[in-house]
């Protein structure tokens, strides 16, 4: 009898309903929600355009480890539109990676680098009027989306300014005023300082965003171009950023005549 007591009562527990885990709203203020943290799943911080897996040769110690993985284009059309003093430039660039890499350096990665490179970030979301922000642990780098304040940039920065606004459910975000200096992926790929950028967060469901960055910049393309990709947002028990403050790991190779390293 007792046994039979014991079977009944876990059964009862087995057949209970799971306590469901507090639904993450939907829309904040009639907004989609974008809190959380997020991450593109692909090559793109390698080469925005399809590349094969190839060797890095520098680094043979590494064996397979150093090598580059193969990957679609994130392009629509397939390629950039480099005008042809600038695609010289980009060949220069790829030509002496990693050494000339912003990102080797630990230099702020710049927009819309920022947000496929291959750590997640947060956005932090507020009521429908409010400006956003986004966080991201490489170099310790934030960027406020302003929805008010759309005034020029002063001054060129890592980052630039960027505006935001909304498209009825799409959030709009346009970056002006970032310098010359950073890159677009770890193939050489660049721009100058009159770069704008336009990115197009797109809401697909709860846990995807639909990704969309036009650039346009009449200095190094020949039109303006489109990446297009999603992103996934973590779902993990307490998902969280953790810092990746890189000076530290950038010193040899910024300071190496001083170390007296060759």
């Known amino acids: 009898m007792q046994l039979r007591f014991i079977g009944v009562i876990l059964m009862a527990i087995l ?3 799971v306590q469901a885990q507090p639904k993450r709203p939907d829309t904040i203020e009639g907004r989609p929600n974008l809190n959380g943290i997020w991450q593109s799943l692909n090559t ?3 080469d925005l355009e399809a590349h094969s897996a190839k060797a890095l040769d520098d680094f043979w110690k590494l064996g397979a480890i150093a090598a580059i993985p193969a990957g679609k284009s994130m392009i629509k059309g397939g390629t950039i539109p480099y005008l042809p003093a600038a695609a010289e430039q980009r060949n220069k660039n790829r030509a002496s990676w990693p050494a000339s890499d912003p990102e080797a350096k630990c230099y702020m990665l710049g ?6 490179h291959n750590m997640p970030f947060q956005i ?6 409010d400006d956003l922000l986004m966080v991201y642990p490489f170099a310790a780098t ?3 989306i302003h929805i008010k304040d759309h005034s020029e940039p002063p001054v060129d920065t890592w980052m630039g300014k960027s505006d935001g606004s909304w498209d009825g459910k799409v959030l709009v975000v346009k970056t002006t005023g970032q310098n010359e200096l950073s890159w677009l992926d770890r193939a050489g790929n660049f721009h ?3 770069l704008k950028v336009t990115e197009r967060f797109t809401v697909i469901d709860a846990n995807h965003i639909n990704y969309e960055a036009t650039l346009e910049d009449p200095q190094t393309f020949s039109n303006p171009w489109t990446i297009e990709m999603p992103l996934y947002r ?7 950023l953790l810092e990746h403050k890189c000076v530290p ?14």
């Not at 932090?124 to 009027?129: A, L, T």
């Not at 973590?234 to 998902?239: E, G, K, P, R, V």
């Open 124 to 129: 932090v979301q507020g009521g429908k009027d």
């Open 44 to 46: 793109a911080y390698w």
């Open 249 to 262: 790991f950038a010193d040899k190779l910024l300071y190496n005549d001083l170390m007296g390293l060759h």
């Open 142 to 144: 934030n960027r406020v």
């Open 192 to 194: 100058s300082n009159e």
């Open 111 to 116: 927009v819309p680098r920022v947000t496929y």
């Open 15 to 17: 057949v209970l309903p």
């Open 234 to 240: 973590l779902i993990d028990d307490n998902a969280q």
